[in-house]
Each structure stands twice: as C-alpha cells, then as structure tokens.
C-alpha cells in the first residue's frame, strides 16, 4: 500500500519561508510526475507546481519566482519551498503522486492527508 506523508507546514509571517516535504513510501516501482496542490477555506484545490520525472517544473503564475519545487528521486519525496509569502497563500497543501506500484501496473495518482500553512500579517 502506497502512502504519501506531507511534513514542514506551520505558521510564518508575511514575507517568511517554509520547505514543505512530501515522503512516498509503500510499494513502488516508479513514480511520474508530483506536484503540490493546495485548498483554501472556501476555496476549491488548486494546482501550485508539478515536476516532472526528469526534474522539469511547472508553477501556477501567483507563485511563480516565489516557490521552487524540487525532487529526490532516491527518497521518492518532493520539496515545496516557499519564500516571500502572502496571507493569501494560506491554505492547506497537499502532494500528489502519479506512480505505478509494479512493473505491470498502470499508473494512478495518490494523495497525501495536507499540511497546513498560515500566513499571518
């Protein structure tokens, strides 16, 4: 059984950082993509930053040049680092993983349970 474990959210300021984790573990044979999605109060979930396989990023343009998502391909985690930010980037984050846990299988995308990060002005 595959699970997906978030770590690293908690409360910062405005204009402050956080390095969010997420750990895949379990059965696993290989991984595609992963990416961080995040859900604020009220809102609907969100797309923030993918990566593919091979390290290529993308990023929804309100964090563009403020977060950097990155991969250990070894650990089958990816990072969310997060600088400069805003009251509006309080949320709950979540990673995904697209991911096949045999050889034979296809791939599906698994989810982790969130982290909360607050943003507070």
């Known amino acids: 059984q595959v699970q997906l474990v978030e770590s690293g959210g908690g409360l910062v300021q405005v204009g402050g950082s956080l390095k969010l984790s997420c750990v895949a573990s379990?059965?696993?044979?290989?991984?595609?993509?992963m990416g961080w999605y995040r859900q604020a109060p009220g809102k609907q979930r969100e797309l923030v930053a993918v990566i593919s396989n091979s390290g290529i990023p993308n990023y929804e343009d309100s964090v563009n040049g403020r977060f950097t998502i990155s991969r250990d391909n070894a650990k089958n985690t990816v990072y969310l680092q997060m600088n400069s930010l805003k009251p509006e980037d309080t949320a709950v984050y979540y990673c995904n993983a697209d991911l096949r846990e045999f050889p034979a299988s296809r791939y599906h995308t698994h989810w982790g349970q969130g982290t909360l990060v607050t943003v507070s002005s």
């Open positions: 379990g059965s696993i044979f290989s991984i595609n993509e």
